[in-house]
């Protein structure tokens, strides 16, 4: 079956321009997770789904991140007046109802110019 | 605060060899401790994960030790192969499906010929 899904690829902005980052993830997962890797960094956690709920939004960095998910499948994580320190791979992951393994999508490289 | 202490940063292994990476954690209510694998471009697969209920678990070439006490774990790889080099995670998450991860900084494993 189709694994977790991400896009753009790739997106370069300008710094100041909102973004808009899309995550389609594995069909019936329920749980659905953004993390953020910047360069030599560890995956650092954002946002957490259940459902299109958001019980955990500990590690979004500022107000300029928001994130939605609808009909408990995709979801699109937003930067307003983007920074070039946001400039990272957001990667998404999902895992099914009872499950802990997270699955990985492929991630999208965002560079702020 | 890092949760997740990960060393080397770097690994050079010969053909054939053993691939050790380390981790340490702070936070005692942490009960499922992953290692991921990632690829350059690709996102972060699953390898093996263990609890804290069992010391030692091994997965083909692949073996978790775990010390609970010295709040530490490790990877080891067994006659690690060129096609082992990728960037491996070591993670956290505390008790409950549907939990953040949190990551190491990773370690870099180069396995030459």
């Known amino acids: 079956g189709a694994g977790v899904s991400q896009s753009p690829s790739n997106k370069v902005t300008e710094k100041g321009k909102d973004v808009e980052l899309r995550c389609d993830p594995i069909s019936g997962h329920t749980a659905l997770y953004w993390y953020r890797q910047s360069l030599g960094q560890g995956l650092e956690f954002l946002i957490y789904f259940q459902g299109n709920s958001a019980p955990d939004k500990s590690g979004l960095p500022s107000d300029r991140f928001s994130a939605e998910r609808t009909g408990g499948s995709v979801s699109t994580l937003t930067i307003q007046r983007t920074q070039q320190e946001d400039s990272a791979v957001y990667l998404c992951a999902s895992s099914s109802p009872g499950g802990e393994t997270q699955y990985f999508g492929p991630g999208t490289r965002l560079l702020v110019l | 605060q890092q949760q997740v202490k990960q060393s080397p940063q770097s690994l050079i292994v010969q053909k054939g060899g053993i691939s050790i990476i380390n981790c340490a954690y702070e936070?005692?209510?942490?009960?499922?401790f992953p290692w991921y694998q990632q690829f350059p471009g690709k996102g972060p697969a699953l390898l093996i994960a263990i609890r804290p209920d069992v010391s030692e678990k091994k997965e083909g070439r692949f073996t978790i030790s775990f010390n609970k006490s010295a709040k530490q774990f490790s990877l080891h790889i067994m006659d690690s192969q060129p096609g082992d080099s990728a960037t491996y995670f070591c993670?956290?998450?505390?008790?409950?499906?549907?939990?953040?991860?949190?990551f190491g900084t990773g370690t870099r494993l180069q396995v030459t010929l």
């Open positions: 993670a956290a998450s505390k008790a409950g499906t549907a939990s953040k991860l949190t």
């Open positions: 936070n005692t209510a942490f009960d499922y």
